[in-house]
């Protein structure tokens, strides 16, 4: 088979005559599938990529879009018109509105809304948390992450930290290693918890489900969360709580996963509702009422503790009355960042 020829280098995202990799089929390949050719030509490329391509007609036999089962007859010509995958874009600055509480030439903090997601993944490769910041603030490229050193569930809403330089960020590292980064959060929750209790279950992958993460799993990680009940409501005759959550470690998905293994799961969480009452149906709230509303830690640069605290945003000052709970229940910033200073000075 004659050896791919690349007129341009680099892909684009759209197909131009000029930007493809020939190849030439010999006849002795008659009778074999275009997408097993494809792969055994082209091994830079995955088959999942090649596949996608072939169904995107950026793939041409004799001049002809086909089908990845497509049985070559041999001496055909097929040109490959390689496209932009998109995590190609997943480091590309954009501009996105964020909402900056606090920040100076060594950090930055966030009050990060629901529905952003924080780090490009599979799904989200673009419209990131990290896009916006790498608009907002270029030398983050240089940075592991963006500068990102911890994260929030795509629908929780609250505070977040960024680093702005390489030794603000081992810093930070170390903060939450050492777990002297100081984090709470609000959550609305289903059922009657006690006025306070503190959960100490490892958090892991869940074992039937690799979507979901599940406590006390077998292969996961320590976890610890310590809550207090703030206010108890009613949603027709099914019991409700607003509880603030602290955490000691910071697992993924740690207080979804924690409070629904006591049977008090989040409202409106979408995932962890094993136990959540038929009354759920009254409430439109389509996302975990869940809120960081205090983040504390240690200055990289100032050596001095430094703490923020962001009340909920609409949608859940919205649900309080819903809930029959009243604004004058949730915590107050003065009281709270005494607390915590005295908390993390001890």
Request: glycine share 8%.
């Amino acid at each position: 088979m004659a050896l791919p020829q690349t007129p341009e280098s680099n892909p684009i995202d759209y197909i131009d005559d000029e930007d493809f990799i020939s190849l030439e089929i010999p006849m002795e390949m008659a009778g074999e599938r275009l997408d097993k050719v494809l792969a055994g030509s082209l091994p830079d490329f995955s088959r999942n990529r090649l596949k996608s391509w072939v169904e995107a007609g950026a793939v041409m036999v004799d001049g002809k879009v086909t089908k990845a089962r497509y049985l070559l007859r041999g001496g055909e010509s097929i040109k490959v018109f390689p496209q932009e995958m998109p995590e190609q874009f997943a480091f590309s600055p954009e501009d996105i509105e964020l909402e900056v509480i606090y920040k100076d030439e060594s950090i930055i903090v966030i009050n990060k809304p629901p529905g952003l997601v924080v780090h490009p993944a599979a799904g989200n490769w673009s419209g990131t948390l990290l896009n916006g910041l790498l608009f907002r603030y270029p030398e983050l490229k240089l940075l592991p992450r963006a500068g990102i050193v911890h994260r929030l569930d795509k629908d929780t809403s609250g505070l977040m930290v960024v680093a702005r330089t390489s030794q603000a960020q081992t810093s930070l590292v170390r903060q939450l290693q050492d777990r002297t980064v100081g984090r709470r959060y609000l959550a609305w929750v289903w059922g009657e918890p006690p006025s306070q209790g503190k959960v100490l279950a490892s958090v892991g992958r869940d074992q039937r489900d690799r979507l979901k993460m599940a406590a006390g799993s077998p292969q996961g990680k320590p976890a610890a969360t310590l809550f207090r009940r703030l206010a108890k409501g009613l949603v027709g005759e099914a019991p409700v709580a607003l509880l603030e959550c602290r955490l000691e470690t910071g697992r993924t998905h740690q207080i979804r996963v924690h409070l629904e293994s006591l049977g008090y799961p989040l409202v409106g969480d979408p995932v962890y509702k094993k136990k959540t009452p038929g009354a759920s149906k009254q409430l439109s709230f389509h996302r975990q009422a869940l809120h960081a509303f205090a983040l504390s830690l240690q200055h990289p640069e100032k050596n001095q503790l430094m703490t923020w605290f962001k009340l909920p945003p609409q949608d859940l000052m919205e649900l309080l009355p819903q809930l029959g709970m009243s604004e004058e229940i949730l915590p107050k910033e003065a009281s709270v960042i005494a607390s915590i200073n005295k908390e993390l000075q001890s």
